[in-house]
Structure formats: C-alpha cells, structure tokens
C-alpha cells in the first residue's frame, strides 16, 4: 500500500491507459480523481471499480483544451480532497490526417490539450502538492520518437510534453515534486483498433515482428512503470521520460529473426 494516504489524479482515466493507472494507485491505497471527457458511463465504471477497492474516488468531466475547465476541476479537488499527491497527465487528443491536411483549429486543439493543459494543470497542481512532496508523470507517445503515418499533430504535441518534462523538473526540484514521464510503445487500447479489427491484427503481427518482448503492450505495462515513478523508489529520477515499449524502439527493418525463422 504505498500510496495509502495519497489523492491522486488521472487525466483521461475512463478508458485504456489512464483507467488502468487509476486502478493500480487504488489498489495501492490512493484515493482517485477520475477525469474524463465524453465517456460518461465508462468513467463510471472505472470509478465504481475504485469504490470498490474501498478507496475515495471523485469524477469529474472536463474539457482539457479549455482552461476555465482546468481550474473548475482543481478547484473540485481542492473542495472534495483539500490536497494532491500524484498527477498524472495522461489525456490527449487530435485529429489523425496528414499534416497538409491539418487545419488551424485541429493543430489549436492539440496543443491546447496537451501542452497548454499540461502547464496550467502543474501550477494548479503544484499549489496543492506543497509539503507532499508531490509527483507528476506524463504520458507521451512513441509518436514523438518514430514517424507513425497521420501523427505529425500529436507527435509534435508529445514532443513538446517530453520537453517540458524536462523543465519542469528541474523548476519543481526545489518544491519537493518529481516530474517524470513514460513514453509507451504499442500498447492494445480502444483507440488502437480505431482503424478496425483487420487492421489492428496486421498492425499487431508487424508489430510483434519487431518487438523483443515478442508481444504488444498492456495498459497494465504502462500502469506498472507510472507507479513506480509516482513512488518514493524513483526519488532519484528528475526529468526522465522512460521507454516503456517492450525493445520496439531499439529494433529497425534490418532485424531479420522473422525471415530466419520463416526459412527454418
């Protein structure tokens, strides 16, 4: 139970990723903010899963690309919790076209989520933190790292996040409050089947081709790196933004295993 005591928030916890971040610092003793923006009933369930672990929990609907929005919800964390512990930033959103394609707005709405809500959302969150010596984890994307067909917009967004991952770091040392991040690698969430099943099967073999571990990654696999990095064993680590792929990142084309195994 490392985080007994603690209040933590998990932007984007209705589904994937963030939900199953909620679920391991509940299972830890945390008591949970469950952010969300349109998913209503699955921000509900996840809740009603933390409720059940015997942990507090607090739902709250935002728009993150708005920043009245993003006060309104550390202002109801303030009035349901008094403090904040653990931040995580997980939410983001875009529009997947090409860059060419882009409009002003999509590229607005992307970095209003992900950047400029990242920044508000640590000065809120670090006037809560104070004396609790706070930590905050962002969630990037291999997107920043690898070029990804239709992902110029979000993967210049979380290039920027891993940045200001660094920076904030270094300003929040002093304040007692860690600031790290994981960049996941291909993880099955509902937004990775966006293109269908088919395509989600083959994108999967690929994947798995080129990936050490030999498998993709779980929501899970990702929950288990932030909770680390929101605990007391990672108070040495500042400013790091932590691969979290399964090896996906140090392999290329010329990895020829497959083609070896296929002519055995």
């Given amino acids: ?13 209705s589904r994937g990723i963030g939900r ?8 830890e003793g945390a008591d949970v903010v469950v952010h969300y ?3 209503t009933v699955a921000a509900q369930e996840t809740a009603a899963a933390i409720a ?14 708005e920043a009245p929005a993003v006060r309104r919800m550390f202002t109801q964390v303030r009035e349901t919790f008094g ?3 653990i931040f995580v930033a997980n939410a983001a959103a875009t529009a997947f076209k090409p860059l060419l394609e882009q409009q002003a707005h999509h590229i607005d709405k992307t970095f209003a989520i992900t950047v400029d809500a990242l920044v508000l959302a640590v000065q809120e969150a670090a006037r809560l933190m104070q004396e609790r010596r706070g930590k905050i984890v962002t969630v990037s994307g291999i997107d920043a790292r690898r070029y990804i067909p239709l992902h110029g917009a979000l993967a210049a967004a979380k290039g920027a996040l891993e940045v200001l991952t660094a920076y904030l770091a ?8 860690s600031v790290n991040g994981v960049n996941p690698g291909f993880v099955n969430t509902d937004s990775a089947h966006v293109f269908g099943e088919k395509v989600y099967r083959l994108l999967e073999k690929n994947i798995v081709t080129y990936t050490p571990m030999q498998r993709v990654g779980t929501p899970d696999d990702i929950a288990n790196v932030v ?3 929101c605990s007391e064993d990672a108070a040495w680590i500042c400013g790091q933004t932590l691969t979290v ?9 010329f990895d020829i295993r497959h083609l070896l195994a296929q002519s055995d």
């Fill in 37 to 39: 923006r349109r998913q």
């Fill in 20 to 27: 199953a971040i909620a679920l391991r610092l509940a299972r």
């Fill in 1 to 13: 139970m490392r985080f007994a005591g603690k209040v933590a928030l998990v932007t984007g916890s």
């Fill in 227 to 229: 909770a680390f990095l």
């Fill in 83 to 85: 403090v904040l512990d």
């Fill in 245 to 253: 792929d399964g090896g996906l990142s140090l392999t290329s084309p």
């Fill in 170 to 177: 270094c300003e929040l040392a002093s304040q007692g409050i």
């Fill in 52 to 65: 059940a672990l015997g942990q507090r929990v607090l739902v709250v609907q935002a728009e993150l690309g």
